[in-house]
């Protein structure tokens, strides 16, 4: 039983320790680490070391189950003798891993060393050897300070981006070479016509310290500077340049220093000089400040004080040994994992080495974490190329951020606004004065109109100057307003040598030009404009339209010739559908006017004629004496009145507009009529950017346009200001057009009523102000006046200059009369629809009217329909002729040439007429037929005849007229004629039951005889016997 429990417990005690390599192996065991540092080194980067150590074997998350024992020694720059002694006296102490010193001699020997025996050194000091040597066979070291080449082009991005082209370079030695390599580079890809210059310049220090050679570059009056030296020389070097003058006014230094922000620079923030610098390290994180106290507060312990200062700085150095401890114990904790690490003792004779230093070194360059350097990420030759920097610059209390770099996004701007109560907005413009260049052009900048003699901004006043006052507000700096001195705006005169204002920025005489100077890319290659304040466009400038000549044809005005002939084209189809009904529809043919009982004939007034004088008479609104009767016809006549009210209502409208506005005479409406016509000449402002538009177009009516205006007539139409040309203008009285920008024209065309605008915009561009090439205040200023624009202060300054202020709104009440547009085809298509439609519809009941009525006449006559249909249809299509025979039915079934008598009504009811007609049998009368025998009519009623004789006393007024007989053939005589009479006399009282002579009527006293004939129409003489026989 004893030996089981014996066995249980080693069993485990084995399962608690592990298989080998693990870290139950081994818990509890010590390594060394050490560390060289220079005899007069920094204090802190001692105890950053001691730190770091005693962090990682607290943090039991690191590097579990190994304690690291820190050694430090000492030893001399550049005394190799004595760090190789110290370096061998540490490898026999087993150590696995030596950081090594920021000397460059001692340090190479220290690694030629550890590189024997294969020991991992780790240095923080930047490195210096190219990158085709790093990770090669035998290279042991370990180096967490950024890649100089990859720094180099971080250097350059700023000089890119602050356009700087003349630069001085202060060097301290020759290890800056390898720094600035990537700005060297540069000039080997600038182009001959680009300008990019180098004066470099070596920090020598002599008796008078560095002042000698700050002196040269003071008298060499290079405002730009790259300042590349270390930390311990570096306020010294900056003292010593203010001392000489460098920093003041105008001056721009970029510190390649990464520890710039643990220099003191308070007394270099009011002079006027912009320090810009890149940190590596974020002094605002809650670890780095924990870390920073931490270090000071030991140096404080050994040193026996007890204040802890307030303005520690945490330099690079310092957090690279830092990050470094941690990168080797994450990586002993991985090699760890996987191999059992064993210290051993070692000599410098190079015959033994460490078994497990290349592994460990392997893992060391795979790790990735996060310290206080930022991210840490090694590349596969063991070079920290990949890193993210903080673009700072000094400002009224400290080197804020403006800006961001990293290997993958390059530099970022972005500054970084504090408000602090006090001092309003902390930048580099705050508490500073400039000088703003303009030029006198109103309403931008103008001379102040006043009786007393001004002085100094005083004596300026519009629209630049309100900016600037609204922009110093905003950015708390004073300026200073002067005239340019030439009256330019700024042109390129020579290769890298401009006028105007341009040039009084670039020169230095002026830090800002605020005026109505275009944005253009050849002006952008030279200065910095900030984000346009205002849009415009170039547009053309010319005399108010005239009042055209009255014309003879006014009247036709109304309408667009499309919709005339439309109207003529509807008129015609009216026309013709109203015939065609009319002929088409049973309804709309009836008796003749004259009073005839039995007439032969029904006639029709729409002949195409009258149908043309009824579609006349309706559309001038007189109307016709010719009336429809049937249905269709009325239904088409209805859609045609609509559409001559709708017509008729629309041009009197329109041409009381036309004759009450004035029309306006505009001889030209844009560019291309300008360029297309030779009466009216036309320019520019000559070397301006109006003038450099034209010239560099492509499009063809700006190059004809350019093609003139350089051409014979250059001298004449090209002027030397906005004034001269505003001037011909008027002077020319429309014969001269003159090429400016829109927002001028807008200004002017307020003020002198005899000016207008021409046509819309012929490009798009914005005013913006210049500022010299490398200064940090561009941003800044756009930022500004975004503000201003969101606040809408723009917007009420351009009212106010440009509506309100010296005589705006003087031309308000003056506008040009605007013509009325005709009325067009879309605007009354509907009424042409309707009367169509309608005219259709009509067609329809004319349709069912014919099949309803030839039904009924085939009935009655006893034809067949399909024939009755197609000899109505045979008459109809003749398209000529008002007059139709009355067909009726005998009693055999034979036809006729009259209508039939049967008591049962026909299915339509005929109207006379109130024109001629043709009888064929009897006499011809003026209102009427003088039959030659009595006409008798049978009462149905009592079957019996009833003959009255009508005497030629009767009260008929037509009575007395002698009736005249008819021309006759010369074959038909009197006693023929006779019989025919009574022939048919005969066959009427056979069918009807009727007899009678003429003027007699059979009937009761109550005059109830009717006439047989399927009419209205009553005989005059039967209506004398109606009432002789009541």
Known sequence: MDHKI????????????????????????????????????????????????????????????????????????????????KTCMLLEKSTVAIFGPRSKANSEHIRSITDSVEVPYIETRWNYRPQASMGSGGDYAFNLHPDITTLGSAYLDILNEYSWKTITILYQDGDSMMTLKEIFAHTATVAPEQEFRLVV???????????????????????????DCEKYILEEVLQQCQQVGLISQGYYFLLTSLDA??????????GGTNFTAFRMIDINKPEIQNV?????????????????????????????????????????????????????????????????????????????????????????????????????????????KIGTWNTLDRLVMGREVKDDGNMGDVHPMANKTFIITAVLNPPFTMLVESEEKLSGNARFEGFTVDLATELSKLLHFNFTFKLVDDGNYGSEVSPGNWNGMIGEVLDGRADFAIADISITSKRASAVRFTMPWMNLGISILYVQPRPAPPSMLAFLDPFTTDVYVYTILVFVFVTLIIYVLARFSPNQWEEPPNCIREPEEYENQYTLLNSFWFVMGALMQQGSDVAPIALCVRFAAGMWFFFALIMISSYTANLAAFLTVETLQRPIESAEDLANQNEIKYGAVKGGSTAGFFANSNVDTYARIHEF???????????????????????????YAFFMESSIIT???????????????????????????????????????????????????????????????????????????????????????????????????????????????????????????????????????????????????????????????????RKKA??????????????????????????????????????????????????RPRAEPEDISEDDEQSHVESNTGSRSARGGQTGSPGSVQGGPSGGATSPKPTKGKNPFADEDESEAE
Not at 62 to 71: A, H, N, S, T
Not at 201 to 227: M, P
Not at 391 to 397: R, V
């Open 261 to 270: 922000h643990t220099v003191d620079l308070d007394n270099y923030k009011h």
């Open 914 to 963: 109130e024109s001629t007609y043709k009888l064929r049998n009897g006499l011809d009368s003026g209102y009427g037929m003088a039959p030659k025998t009595p006409v008798s009519v049978v009462s149905p009623s009592i079957g019996s005849h009833h003959t009255n004789s009508l005497h030629s006393n009767l009260t008929d007024p037509y009575a007395g007229k002698e009736l």
């Open 6 to 85: 014996a066995l249980l417990a080693l069993v485990a005690w084995a399962l608690a320790l592990g298989p080998p390599g693990s870290e139950g192996q081994v818990a509890g065991r010590t390594m060394t680490i050490s560390a060289i540092f220079d005899d007069d080194g920094d204090k802190f980067l001692e105890l950053a070391f001691k730190h770091a150590v005693d962090t990682v074997n607290r943090n039991r998350d690191i590097l579990p189950g190994v304690e690291l024992k820190p050694v430090i020694e000492k030893v001399r720059p550049d005394d190799t003798f004595a760090a190789e002694q």
């Open 709 to 735: 205006m350089s051409g014979v007539h250059k001298a004449e139409v090209m002027m030397n200001g906005n004034p001269e040309g505003v001037d011909k203008v008027e002077e020319s009285d429309g014969k």
């Open 747 to 909: 200004y002017l065309i307020e003020r002198r009523c005899k000016l207008a605008q021409v046509g819309g915009l012929l490009d798009n561009k914005g005013y913006g102000i210049v500022t010299r090439p490398g200064t940090p205040y561009k941003d800044l200023l756009d930022n500004a006046i975004l503000k201003l624009m969101e606040g809408g202060v723009l917007h009420k300054l351009r009212v106010k200059w440009w509506k309100q202020k010296r005589g705006g709104g003087a031309c308000e009440a003056k506008g040009g009369g605007g013509g009325v547009s005709p009325l067009g085809l879309d605007n009354v298509a509907g009424v042409f629809v309707v009367t169509i439609l309608g005219c259709a519809i009509a067609s329809v009941f004319a349709i069912i009217e014919f099949l309803v009525g030839t039904r009924q006449s085939a009935k009655d006559i006893g034809r067949p329909w399909v024939e009755e249909m197609s000899k109505e249809l045979k008459f109809i299509l003749k398209c000529h002729g008002n007059t139709k025979e009355v067909e009726v039915a005998s009693e055999t079934g034979s036809h006729s040439s009259h209508l039939s008598l049967e008591p049962e009504s026909p299915p339509y009811i």
């Open 201 to 227: 310049k070596q920090l020598i220090y002599n008796d008078n310290g560095y002042r000698d050679v700050l002196k040269e570059v003071f008298l060499s009056e290079s405002n730009f500077i790259i300042l």
């Open 292 to 400: 920073i106290y931490n270090i000071v507060t030991s140096a404080l312990l050994e040193s026996g004080r007890n204040e802890i200062p307030q303005d520690a700085k945490l330099d690079t150095a310092t957090a690279l040994i830092f990050d470094s401890v941690h990168a080797f114990a994450m990586a002993l904790n991985e090699l760890s994992a996987v191999q059992q690490v064993v210290p051993r003792p070692l000599d410098c004779s190079g015959t033994n080495s460490w078994p497990h230093g290349n592994s460990l070194i392997n893992y060391m360059k795979m790790v990735e974490f996060v310290g206080l350097s930022g991210p840490i990420k090694l590349d596969q030759n063991g070079m920290r190329t990949e890193f993210a920097m903080t673009l700072q610059e000094l400002q009224i209390q400290e080197l804020a």
